[in-house]
């Protein structure tokens, strides 16, 4: 029996690690392409580019809910569809419309830690909106999280403030969709595939109108004077298809990991998607810029930490509203994280 048991925590450490690899590598190449398509195949439409993700989406979660029926249908009375779900749609929709133009503008790696700005913005808003209490641990560990964003904007040598302005209002946005989604979602036990399949949909009505009076002749343009024009639209739409494969990897790793698990693999996601990045576009990054990301990744870190230990304390003892009671709360996708999550 011992020996069973130990072969079966060795088999749950590889999936948890099989897990977290495959979301890292999901969630880098969607960060990866979406920067090529904008900066090597000069397709500098992020309007279009989420809409192609919306729309591989749609059709991704109701292959694998309907068709192959891996994942069963989480059934949403139709009222509830457009009094909950459509605002958290608008809100989802900004949030990685507003991504993908900041992708265009600044490096993935400037990018990418002001994204780790995104408990900072959640705490504040809900004490300044909803007055809601946080322990002072929570105030404590968005010290340095501010710190290294301030370090790493200060010392960004490829600054632009077009796209730092769209990454942090990004922040704002994901904040914004985490905190409707414990009220709007009360009641509904959403995982990451049940949310894409209602959210991207209206997310695609959402934006492609805007897409099209905004960036159709533009998109025209590009298609005929492009050397490659259908080879670099296979790349377009494959991106789409991996950020759908994202939102499914999400869902497998939150059932293979702890919660402090995914917390610090998320972080060092982070730090893989930087380093990556940096290898393919070799953007300058300064020793300063370097430290100051290093500095936020441990903030976030702590405060999953400290999230973590609030939510585990005795009923009737004050926690942080904003830290999921559960893994099932983790569902919600939260950080980009897609985006991490990240449609």
Not at 10 to 30: E, H, K, Y
Request: hydrophobic share 50%.
């Amino acid at each position: 029996m011992m020996e069973d048991g130990s072969l079966w925590h060795q088999w749950s450490m590889i999936r948890s690690l099989l897990a977290i690899l495959q979301w890292w590598g999901f969630n880098v190449t969607v960060i990866i392409m979406n920067k090529w398509i904008f900066q090597k195949l000069d397709f500098k439409f992020p309007l279009s580019v989420s809409c192609v993700h919306f729309i591989c989406s749609s059709i991704g979660a109701y292959i694998v809910i309907k068709v192959l029926k891996i994942k069963p249908l989480i059934v949403v009375d139709p009222e509830d569809r457009w009094k909950r779900i459509f605002p958290m749609s608008f809100v989802f929709c900004i949030n990685i419309v507003l991504g993908n133009i900041s992708l265009r503008y600044i490096p993935v790696s400037f990018m990418q830690t002001i994204k780790s700005f995104t408990p900072a913005t959640t705490v504040v808003l809900q004490w300044l909106v909803w007055r809601k209490y946080f322990d002072w641990r929570i105030w404590a560990s968005l010290v340095p999280i501010v710190g290294g964003i301030l370090l790493t904007s200060i010392t960004e040598l490829s600054f632009n403030v077009f796209g730092f302005c769209a990454a942090l209002f990004g922040c704002l946005a994901t904040s914004t969709k985490t905190i409707l989604a414990e009220s709007l979602l009360h009641g509904y036990k959403f995982d990451s595939i049940n949310t894409v399949y209602y959210m991207a949909p209206f997310a695609t009505m959402i934006l492609g109108v805007p897409a099209f009076l905004l960036e159709g002749n533009g998109i025209l343009d590009w298609f005929e004077a492009h050397p490659s024009s259908w080879s670099a639209l296979i790349i377009i739409f494959s991106s789409g298809v991996v950020a759908f494969c994202l939102n499914f990897s999400i869902f497998y790793v939150i059932h293979s990991t702890t919660a402090v698990t995914f917390n610090v693999a998320g972080n060092l996601k982070v730090a893989v998607a930087v380093l990556v990045s940096w290898m393919i576009f070799r953007n300058p990054i300064s020793p300063m810029n370097a430290v100051g990301c290093g500095i936020t990744l441990v903030g976030c870190t702590f405060y999953g930490y400290v999230s973590h230990l609030l939510s585990q304390q005795q009923p009737g003892t004050p926690r942080t509203p904003c830290t999921p009671r559960n893994k099932m709360e983790l569902m919600i996708p939260l950080v980009n994280d897609k985006v991490e999550s990240k449609v």
